[in-house]
C-alpha cells in the first residue's frame, strides 16, 4: 500500500494553515510594493550548471539533482561505469530544483540587462527545495520571500532593504526582533590574521555559531585541519570590536536600536561580497532572514560586473515563531469558510437553493451550498 505521508521535509497544508500563509505573504508582499518593488518569477527547475558552483562545497551538496532522462542518462551511466575515477554523480544530472532565489535572479539580470532598468528592484516568493536534515523551522521545500536592489553600490541601499524587512516584521507583531549586521571583508581579514588558508572552511564553520556554540565551532575548525592556535585567535577576534567604514555607514542610516554590529556574522553562500545581514528572535535557533552584497555574482553570467544587494525572509520560520506565540489575529486564526451555509431541503428546492446562495453572494458574502438533505 502506497504510503499517505508527504515525502520527508515536505507537508502539506491544510485550509487553516493557507489562510495564515496568505495573510503572512500579502503583509510581505504589501511592504514590498509599498517600497517600490516589483513582483518576478523564476522556474523551479535550473539547469544544473546555473547553481552549481554559487555557494560552496556544502551548499552544492544539499542542491535536489534531477537525473537526466531517457537515452541521455543510459549513455552517461555507461560513460561512468567505464572511467576509474570517482567521477560525480552530477555528471547524470543535467538539471536541478532552485537552491534559493538570489542565483536564478542574477541569471535573469545577465539574460534581459536590455529590457530592465539600469537600477532594478525586485521581489519574489516562491518555494525553493534544499536536500537538508529537517529541523523545528526547517524543511526541504520552503518559501523565501525575497527583496533585492540591482545596479548600486550605495549603502542606501542596504539601509532600504532592513527597513522593509523590519516593517514587515513589526506590522506582523514581531517586537523583539534583531538585525545583526558585517561585512564579508571583516571576516575575510580575521581569517587571514588567524593563519586560516582556507576561507571557506572558516566562514561555513562560523555560520553554524547560533545552532552549536562556540565550542562546536571550534570542532568543526579542527575537524577541517585548522589548528588549535588558529581556531582560537579566530574565535577570539569574532567577538572583538571591529570597524568598519560601510558597516557604521548602514548603522547611521538605519538609525535604529535594533541594527547591531555582529562581527561573528557569517552568511554561509560564498557569492557575499560586503555587508551581511540577518534578524534574528530570542525563542528560534536561526534566523527569520538574512541576505547581503553579492557584487561579483551576476558576473558569472555574462561579462558586466552589476552591483547587487538583497535580503531573504524565511515564511517558513516566521510561520512557526506566530503559530507557537499566537501571533494570528483572531479573523485569521478562527476564520471560517463562509458567512452563510444555504442548506437543500430536497430535490424540489435545490434550484431556489442556487438561485438565493448567488444572490447573497452578489451581496458580498461568502456562501457554501450544502449540496444534498442530510440529517440535522
Known amino acids: 500500500m502506497a504510503s499517505t505521508q508527504p515525502a520527508r521535509g515536505m507537508r502539506d497544508f491544510l485550509p487553516a494553515d493557507v489562510r495564515k500563509r496568505d495573510y503572512v505573504i500579502g503583509v510581505?508582499?504589501?511592504?514590498?510594493?509599498?517600497?517600490?518593488?516589483?513582483?518576478?518569477?523564476?522556474?523551479?527547475?535550473?539547469?544544473?550548471?546555473?547553481?552549481m558552483g554559487k555557494y560552496g562545497d556544502e551548499g552544492n551538496q544539499l542542491i535536489f539533482k534531477i537525473l537526466k532522462r531517457g537515452e541521455k542518462l543510459v549513455q552517461s551511466a555507461r560513460v561512468l561505469s567505464e572511467r576509474e575515477d570517482s567521477t560525480p554523480l552530477?555528471?547524470?544530472?543535467?538539471?536541478?530544483?532552485?537552491y534559493d532565489l538570489t542565483v536564478p535572479l542574477a541569471r535573469v539580470v545577465a539574460n534581459n540587462r536590455n529590457e530592465l532598468p539600469k537600477f532594478f528592484k525586485r521581489y519574489q516568493i516562491q518555494p525553493v527545495w534544499r536536500a537538508d536534515r529537517p529541523a523545528r523551522g526547517r524543511f526541504r521545500e520552503f518559501y523565501q520571500c525575497d527583496v533585492d536592489a540591482i545596479g548600486s553600490k550605495s549603502m542606501v541601499v542596504e539601509a532600504e532593504i532592513i527597513g522593509a524587512a523590519s516593517e514587515i516584521l513589526s506590522r506582523l507583531g514581531f517586537d523583539d526582533f534583531a538585525i545583526r549586521i558585517n561585512h564579508r571583508q571583516l571576516l575575510s581579514k580575521m581569517v587571514a590574521d588567524a593563519g586560516i588558508e582556507n576561507e571557506s572552511d572558516a566562514l561555513?564553520?562560523?555560520?553554524?555559531?547560533?545552532?552549536?556554540?562556540?565550542?562546536?565551532?571550534?570542532?568543526?575548525?579542527?575537524?577541517?585541519?585548522?589548528?588549535?592556535?588558529?581556531?582560537?585567535?579566530?574565535?577570539s577576534s569574532v567577538t572583538g570590536d571591529v570597524s568598519n567604514a560601510e558597516l557604521d555607514r548602514v548603522v547611521e542610516l538605519c538609525n535604529s536600536s535594533r541594527v547591531k554590529v555582529d562581527p561573528?556574522?557569517?552568511?554561509?553562500?560564498?557569492?557575499?561580497?560586503?555587508?551581511?545581514?540577518?534578524?534574528?528572535?530570542?525563542?528560534?535557533?536561526?534566523?527569520?532572514?538574512?541576505?547581503?552584497?553579492?557584487d561579483g555574482l551576476i558576473g558569472m553570467f555574462g561579462k558586466e560586473q552589476i552591483p547587487a544587494c538583497g535580503f531573504s525572509l524565511g515564511l517558513e520560520r516566521i510561520l512557526v515563531v506566530m503559530d507557537e506565540r499566537g501571533m494570528f489575529p483572531a479573523k485569521i486564526a478562527e476564520s471560517a469558510p463562509a458567512d452563510v451555509l444555504v442548506t437543500i431541503w430536497s430535490d424540489e428546492t435545490a434550484s431556489e437553493s442556487l438561485k438565493l446562495a448567488q444572490e447573497l453572494r452578489a451581496a458580498g458574502l461568502r456562501v457554501t451550498l450544502y449540496p444534498e438533505p442530510d440529517k440535522l
Open 28 to 51: 510581505i508582499k504589501e511592504v514590498y510594493e509599498s517600497y517600490g518593488f516589483e513582483p518576478l518569477e523564476t522556474p523551479a527547475v535550473e539547469n544544473i550548471d546555473t547553481l
Open 90 to 98: 552530477n555528471d547524470l544530472a543535467d538539471l536541478a530544483l532552485r
Open 204 to 235: 561555513v564553520a562560523l555560520d553554524k555559531l547560533d545552532k552549536v556554540g562556540a565550542d562546536g565551532v571550534k570542532k568543526e575548525l579542527l575537524n577541517r585541519a585548522i589548528t588549535a592556535e588558529a581556531a582560537d585567535a579566530f574565535l
Open 264 to 294: 561573528s556574522l557569517a552568511r554561509g553562500l560564498s557569492y557575499y561580497t560586503g555587508t551581511i545581514m540577518e534578524i534574528n528572535v530570542p525563542d528560534l535557533a536561526g534566523s527569520l532572514g538574512g541576505g547581503g552584497r553579492y
